[in-house]
């Protein structure tokens, strides 16, 4: 979420309002179809590697696997570099000088990775009451951001065409929610119809708050001047110094004091769910015990490669995150039309849910998730416009 103004300003609020909506519904197709191919397995024998290897054999499986990992890494190191990046910029302004970010990095790591290798539970009760807290940082900030709005800057299309498709891979990685699916059937059961509203509404929220944020965000911060995308851009500037920004063009306390809460939240709150993901993938794959000296080997094993990242690339929150939709794009669109396309031409296999499209829409999907890895590919060796 705190990516999007940064890399959809050059396209304008419009052009990025449509690309984020077609990935929206992409998405709900593809997490549709991964619904139709979780409810053919039994329960908790249901998770992607199981599907993929049962469907399309075991290199499959292993790819999974391998794509999973990478995922979950470059999304932590995504986080690890956004929270750096905040901590260093607020550390800045309340101390009146500098604070490397490498530290702050090795600072933002440590005390939240130490909630994550201390226990499951820690995470769980310190999660609860940071997403409260968050939920109304959230709806306090978008209401005062609002009244600084200029509809100006949210009309302007000319001159933005040609950038929006580097936007698409990070808009990608906002609406990444299917490795949640085989939880989800387990919890609520196989219940076809209440788990596809489920889907629709759960995916749906989010975009809203996406879109009222981009509102806020490029309807304040003009393109071009001295307060702008482009000289945020062209000073390699990351999520806290975009902060900072908006911070300074509103010239508001109040709202200051609410982004920062909120920007900060929203950057633990993620990095404490993908990591406790990534610990607890890495600890069942290893054979890790869980006792305080497995738990430190795996929280090692957790935390140093995207750490490593971070201390590299201090600027790289959205960097991790275009290679994260590489793996997003494979994982959650290619792959499920894949196994859908398998698990309709097999007799082993049956599902009481179908997706509705037939072949038609799988081959789109799968030229769609072609099309996003290209894209960030493209964009990763500079092929595409940029500001």
Known sequence: MLALPLVGAASGFILSTTILLAIWALMICTALLILEVNLAFKPYKN?????????LGPVAKMVTWIISLGLLYSLAAAYIAGGASLISTAFTSILGFVVPEWLCALLFTIVLGGAVF???KAVDHL???LLSVKGVLLIVTITLLMPH???????????????VLACAPIFLCSLAFHHVIPSLSNYVGSKPRTLTWVIICGASLPVAIYIL??????????????????SLAQQHGSVGEFVQ?????????????FINGFTNIAMTTSFLGVTLGLFDFLADAFKRANHRVGRLQTALLTFIPPLIFAFLYPKGFVVALGYAAIFVAILQIIMPALMVLRLRSSANFSSPFRMVGGTPLLVIILLSGVLLVGLQLANAFHMLPVL
């Open 47 to 55: 998770n992607f590697s199981t599907m993929s290897g049962a469907l």
């Open 213 to 230: 944020w981009l509102i806020g965000a490029l309807g304040i911060v003009p393109i071009i001047g001295n307060k702008s995308f482009t």
């Open 118 to 120: 201390w226990s499951t």
């Open 245 to 257: 920004l908006l911070i300074a063009i509103t010239n508001s306390k109040f709202v200051g004091s």
């Open 127 to 129: 999660n609860r009451g």
């Open 149 to 163: 709005v200029n509809v100006n800057n949210l009309a302007r299309l000319h001159g933005s065409v040609k950038y």
